[in-house]
């Protein structure tokens, strides 16, 4: 006996096992990070030696800090997206993810964190959509300038910034260096999701603790994320063989103090430099830091060769995770759980489709057999 079946349960039964072997895929990832997680001993800063290590604590900003493209929050790290549905059609129009180095506190000391080929695991800081109308969502307020911002401020500074008065931004959009990003108003639909850590938050690490001067490329260490890498085009065969002809050659600079001049010396970027600059005798000649000053700017951007700090190897990349060991290895778990269910409908769809091609069902188009 045949039985008349529409396409669209024939798509449906594919769309099934496609989501649910996604799913599944997730789910076994989220299990070994889960896995990962507890199996690995936790650490003290003050106790740490060199190898695989699993650090938790709060986040401290180090020399500088981002600032978030759909809520302006200061933060170490984010993603950031917003996909946007109109009639059939739908697409992601502004996507970014961006990580600066800072710094792990805990009870006994702080690390410098290096998150360049990091993995992240965040949950959403916001995650909404526009309204029936249009309206966007409460919590949204669109980024206006550069992504980068200066890190630890002064309780002097701090008051200065509170004190001061700032235009209204009105106009929408994203600016600064995401390339003039505006996001029109209309009929679309549109979600917002943006991931970030702040500092005061605590995370989890897995990863290598190992000496500063073996870190492979110190100079961009501090910068992560997949958008607007420095360091993509070192990728290239080609230019790699100009870069190496040029160091043999002496084209390019030994060190930073050649390589930068003025900008090498910690605290000249904010008009406190350690040392004397080399300027032009008609340039206005900078205040040299007092000694305090001087201390901490050398303990923001100054790191000893021997210090240990984390960072991604080619043979372990980091995991940094929100929250506790706790929190971080349950959420894994959770994700875990729905692969599982993807697992499940993956084989409820496969048995339909087999059903639907093998037992004698008939696919019809509006009444007309066409199998």
């Not at 690390?111 to 916001?126: E, Q, S, Y």
Request: net charge negative; hydrophobic share 45%; proline share 6%.
């Amino acid at each position: 006996m045949a039985y008349e079946i529409t396409p669209y349960l024939v798509l449906a039964s594919g769309a099934a096992i496609a989501s649910g072997l996604g799913a599944l895929l997730r789910g076994f990832g989220g299990y070994r990070s889960a896995a990962r997680i507890s199996d690995t001993s936790g650490s003290r800063v003050s106790s740490l030696a060199a190898g695989e290590v699993r650090l938790s604590g709060v986040v401290e900003a180090a020399e500088v800090t981002l600032i978030s493209p759909l809520q302006s929050a200061s933060c170490v790290y984010y993603r950031a997206s917003v996909r946007q549905s109109e009639r059939n059609n739908a697409r992601d129009v502004f996507e970014e993810e961006r990580a600066v180095g800072f710094r792990l506190r805990d009870e006994t000391g702080t690390i410098r964190v290096f998150p360049r080929g990091a993995r992240w695991d965040v949950p959403p800081k916001l995650d909404a959509s526009t309204g029936m109308f249009g309206e966007e969502p409460a919590g949204l307020m669109y980024r206006f300038g550069p992504a980068i911002a200066p890190g630890p401020e002064d309780r002097e500074a701090q008051v200065a910034a509170l004190l001061a008065v700032h235009q209204p931004e009105t106009s929408g959009g994203i600016g600064g260096d995401t390339l003039g990003m505006t996001l029109t108003s209309g009929a679309a639909h549109r979600r917002y999701v943006e991931r970030r850590i702040e500092p005061g938050e605590i995370v989890t690490i897995i990863g290598q603790a190992l000496p500063f001067d073996q870190l492979d490329d110190p100079t961009f260490a501090s910068l992560g994320g997949s958008t607007f890498d420095p360091v993509a085009a070192l990728d290239d065969p080609e230019i790699a063989a100009d870069l190496a002809e040029a160091r043999a050659s002496g084209v390019l600079a030994a060190d930073t103090a050649s390589a930068w001049g003025n900008a090498a010396i910690p605290g000249f970027g904010i008009g406190r430099p350690t040392s004397v600059p080399v300027l032009d005798p008609r340039a206005a000649r900078p205040t040299v830091a007092s000694a305090a000053d001087a201390a901490r700017n050398r303990e923001l951007f100054e790191i000893a060769p021997e210090e240990l700090v984390l960072a991604s190897t080619g043979e372990m990349p980091l995991f940094i995770a929100f929250g506790t060991p706790v929190q971080a290895a349950g959420r894994e778990q959770g994700q875990f759980l729905l692969g599982l269910l993807g697992a499940v409908l993956a084989i409820a769809g496969a048995i339909g489709l087999a059903l639907i091609l093998n037992n004698g069902f008939t696919i019809t188009v509006n009444g007309v057999p066409i199998s």
